[in-house]
């Protein structure tokens, strides 16, 4: 039996074959893939026609929510894959207030007729369903293929739809992810495969979308109820660390990571990706740089991964390969909220600091995250302005009530502050649950300083360096550590870590892994 074979498109220089999802100019394949080569194949179809923005929400992304952003941030992205400038376009160009349309009307070749099968399909695209929510692969990774097997039955079609909604990394799509595993559990109870998509996506409901801590509770225990009836699942123990992450269990999030990883390391790059970024905190740099190198050249495709390879080349002071990849990350993923606080965090600690409010503001357009007006009030504090910093804590705390730090600015920066005797309260609360995580004992000193007795602020700073805490230039350029400037043992905590960094860094240059590329300045992206 034959079937039609779909057709083939020349563009310009490009060649588009449809069945076999390729690319190519001068026989050369083009990296176009994922919804990138959905939408070029939609343009296609359509000839040199305007096509607007619903309709292309519509036939490319539906039933996923979207917004015009998205499809302006995937628009750049395929051009970037076919080599394009949106200033002077050769294929794609934008028409003002319509939408998009091809450059010269695509020649469609004559259609072949072959053997029906299924089409061929990248080999990294296999199983990107099956990442995590946290490290998901991106959008690129995630598509519609040209003619989808037909799930084997009502289960599996409703966890594929499932991981399809969790992988699309917006809040809207998280919770019809839920609503969809939910369903498959009530179907089917002990299912873990369904287990571990809700656990994920629970957690990532507190991690990323703002929602309370006990989603992450329950995210937990789902994982552990896997574990408990197969102990070898890979995936349960990745979701089990991903509960342990949103919950601040540094060194148990760890832990289930590289269990993770060790049951499956060519399945779990994600877990040894999510394992560095704790690292990281832990001040674990070098090793920390060293696995997402490992990573990133597994051809893993994970969605924090290029911004974690940022942030420890920013901790290590490599600030312009940092800087490249961090602005990178702001202009091309609008919907990455973790991307979207650190390039204006990474200018107001350089001091950029019309730089960083710019930036923020734009920020400020995207999804929120509580990051963002924390940084919103430690600028307000930098040009003096007290009741635009309480704002600022205040927002962030009305987004995480749950969560402690934001509270404690908003109550240590408020119109009125809190008193010195209320602070002081509030520190030994903190301090007594605090244990060896730094964030908490920075928080610790925080309080102390503002309740007056800053000898005792900068020992716990002291103990948040202990804990792994490396954040020097932060400590450095924000007006929250103003008041312990002229502390002698200020000084000292900074040396502290200017000694800790300078010896991580000597182990990166001296690494035989690290690619000269990744320090190295370069003339463009």
């Known amino acids: 039996?034959?079937?039609?074979?779909?057709?083939?498109?020349?563009?310009?220089?490009?060649?588009?074959?449809?069945?076999?999802?390729?690319?190519?100019?001068?026989?050369?394949?083009?990296?176009?893939?994922?919804?990138?080569?959905?939408?070029?194949?939609?343009?296609?179809?359509?000839?040199?026609?305007?096509?607007?923005?619903?309709?292309?929400?519509?036939?490319?992304?539906?039933?996923?929510?979207?917004?015009?952003?998205?499809?302006?941030?995937?628009?750049?992205?395929?051009?970037?894959?076919?080599?394009?400038?949106?200033?002077?376009?050769?294929?794609?160009?934008?028409?003002?207030?319509?939408?998009?349309?091809l450059c010269s009307a695509p020649q469609r070749?004559?259609?072949?007729?072959?053997?029906?099968?299924?089409?061929?399909?990248?080999?990294?695209?296999?199983?990107?369903?099956?990442?995590?929510?946290?490290?998901?692969?991106?959008?690129?990774?995630l598509h519609r293929p040209v003619a989808p097997a037909a799930p084997a039955n009502a289960r599996d079609e409703l966890l594929q739809r499932a991981r399809y909604y969790a992988g699309i990394g917006q809040a809207d799509n998280n919770e019809r992810a839920i609503a969809l595993y939910e369903e498959a559990l009530r179907a089917a109870p002990d299912d873990a495969a369904a287990s571990v998509g809700l656990s994920r996506a629970l957690s990532a409901r507190m991690c990323l979308y703002n929602g309370a801590p006990d989603a992450a509770a329950r995210a937990q225990a789902l994982a552990e109820a896997v574990i408990a009836r197969t102990p070898g699942d890979s995936a349960a123990h990745n979701a089990l660390a991903y509960a342990h992450d949103c919950r601040g269990e540094i060194d148990a999030a760890i832990a289930e990571y590289e269990r993770a990883f060790a049951l499956d390391p060519s399945a779990r790059a994600d877990s040894r990706a999510s394992a560095a970024n704790l690292y990281a905190i832990r001040g674990r740099l070098a090793e920390a740089l060293e696995s997402n190198v490992a990573a990133e050249r597994s051809g893993a495709n994970l969605r924090f991964l290029d911004l974690q390879i940022a942030r420890n080349l920013e901790l290590l002071g490599f600030d312009a390969a940092a800087e490249r990849r961090y602005a990178k990350i702001f202009r091309l993923y609008p919907d990455n909220v973790f991307g979207n606080v650190a390039w204006p965090r990474f200018l107001f600690v350089q001091g950029r600091y019309a730089e960083a409010e710019a930036a923020l503001a734009e920020a400020l357009d995207r999804p929120r995250h509580p990051q963002l007006f924390?940084?919103?009030?430690?600028?307000?504090?930098?040009?003096?302005?007290?009741?635009?910093?309480?704002?600022?804590?205040?927002?962030?705390?009305?987004?995480?009530?749950?969560?402690?730090?934001?509270?404690?600015?908003?109550?240590?920066?408020?119109?009125?502050?809190?008193?010195?005797?209320?602070?002081?309260?509030?520190?030994?609360?903190?301090?007594?649950s605090a244990a060896d995580?730094?964030?908490?004992?920075?928080?610790?000193?925080?309080?102390?300083?503002?309740?007056?007795?800053?000898?005792?602020?900068?020992?716990?700073?002291?103990?948040?360096?202990?804990?792994?805490?490396?954040?020097?230039?932060?400590?450095?350029?924000?007006?929250?550590?103003?008041?312990?400037?002229?502390?002698?043992?200020?000084?000292?905590?900074?040396?502290?870590?200017?000694?800790?960094?300078?010896?991580?860094?000597?182990t990166v240059l001296a690494a035989a892994w690290l690619p000269p590329e990744l320090i190295e300045p370069k003339s463009h992206d």
């Not at 100019?25 to 305007?50: I, K, N, P, T, W």
Request: hydrophobic share 50%.
């Open 374 to 432: 924390l940084l919103a009030g430690e600028l307000a504090l930098v040009r003096g302005n007290r009741p635009r910093a309480a704002e600022g804590f205040g927002e962030a705390v009305a987004l995480r009530p749950h969560q402690s730090f934001p509270t404690t600015l908003a109550r240590l920066h408020g119109v009125p502050a809190a008193t010195p005797d209320e602070l002081a309260e509030r520190a030994a609360a903190v301090a007594e």
């Open 1 to 101: 039996m034959s079937a039609a074979r779909p057709p083939i498109y020349v563009l310009d220089d490009l060649r588009v074959d449809l069945a076999r999802q390729r690319v190519t100019r001068a026989q050369a394949e083009l990296d176009v893939a994922g919804l990138s080569f959905q939408l070029l194949r939609y343009l296609l179809e359509q000839g040199d026609r305007v096509v607007g923005f619903d309709e292309l929400i519509e036939r490319v992304w539906a039933p996923a929510v979207v917004n015009e952003e998205t499809v302006t941030q995937r628009i750049k992205l395929l051009r970037q894959a076919l080599g394009d400038d949106g200033r002077n376009p050769r294929y794609v160009r934008s028409v003002r207030g319509r939408g998009y349309q």
């Open 437 to 506: 995580l730094p964030d908490a004992w920075i928080e610790v000193a925080l309080l102390r300083s503002g309740a007056g007795d800053r000898v005792a602020a900068v020992a716990a700073l002291g103990r948040a360096v202990d804990g792994g805490f490396r954040d020097q230039a932060w400590l450095r350029t924000s007006p929250l550590f103003r008041p312990l400037a002229d502390e002698p043992g200020f000084a000292e905590v900074v040396d502290r870590i200017g000694r800790a960094l300078a010896s991580e860094r000597a």
């Open 109 to 141: 070749l004559e259609a072949e007729t072959v053997a029906a099968a299924p089409p061929r399909r990248r080999a990294y695209a296999i199983g990107i369903l099956g990442v995590a929510t946290l490290l998901a692969a991106l959008a690129v990774a």
